[in-house]
């Protein structure tokens, strides 16, 4: 079954602990983005990848890394979370038709809450 | 001044009615356009994709993108209960900012029976 897998899917942490949120797409697609969800704000992008060793920073990239060393995985780094990092994260993946991001497909979310 | 903004929600249509959901943004050099439906608890999925000016349609789904007037908007006729979801528009850069996505945030629409 073709989809986006996150995990995990629910995180509580302390602040200043760092973490990692995992993305794996089995579509084989080029692209690959991460954002957060907060009420009001809509979705925010983070990061994003056009291939392979290639990233780039979205709106909101500040207290995130993100590394893109194989083509179906995407990891979300917080180096030292932060209580304003509490959110909901989605990853999506697109291909790429003539260099440009097509259908999205997200994954399920990751809830985290920063204490 | 957002970069893509979306009319205020919520929106409150009767079975059987056309809802009009838009959008408008401020990079004219924006390339492509997306409608996202997510309800409530689960993840955005597509709905539409519009690149160049003009209508395009899906089933009930009509979009509607005016590059100079710089909106794009969605049509659902004949709305159903099932179509009572939150609306996302996506903006697209073109040239080296293919990947930079922006979304607005969002219409929840509501059709009651």
């Known amino acids: 079954e073709a989809q986006v897998t996150q995990n995990p899917r629910y995180l509580i942490t302390v602040t200043g602990k760092k973490l990692t949120v995992t993305c794996s797409q089995n579509?084989?697609?080029?692209?690959m983005s991460w954002y957060r969800q907060d009420p009001g704000l809509g979705l925010r992008q983070i990061y994003y990848s056009m291939n392979v060793e290639v990233t780039d920073k979205g709106d909101v990239p500040e207290g995130y890394k993100v590394s893109r060393k194989e083509k179906r995985n995407f990891p979300l780094i917080l180096e030292s979370p932060s209580p304003n990092q509490t959110s909901l994260y989605f990853c999506?993946?697109?291909?790429?038709?003539?260099?440009?991001?097509?259908?999205?497909?997200f994954g399920p979310g990751t809830r985290l809450l920063v204490l | 001044q957002k970069e893509v903004e979306q009319n205020s929600g919520p929106l409150s249509v009767p079975e059987g009615a056309i809802a009009s959901l838009n959008c408008t943004y401020s990079?004219?050099?924006?390339?492509?356009f997306f409608w996202y439906r997510q309800y409530s608890g689960k993840s955005p999925e597509l709905i539409m994709s519009i690149y160049s000016n003009g209508d395009k349609e899906d089933g009930r789904f009509t979009a509607q993108l005016n590059k100079a007037s710089q909106y794009v908007s969605l049509l659902i006729r004949d709305s159903q209960p099932s179509d009572s979801a939150t609306y996302l528009c996506?903006?697209?850069?073109?040239?080296?900012?293919?990947?930079?996505?922006?979304f607005g945030q969002g219409t929840i629409l509501t059709v009651h029976p």
């Open positions: 579509m084989n697609h080029e692209y």
């Open positions: 990079d004219r050099v924006s390339q492509s």
């Open positions: 999506a993946s697109s291909p790429l038709g003539g260099g440009a991001v097509e259908t999205q497909y």
């Open positions: 996506a903006v697209s850069l073109g040239g080296t900012s293919y990947g930079k996505l922006t």
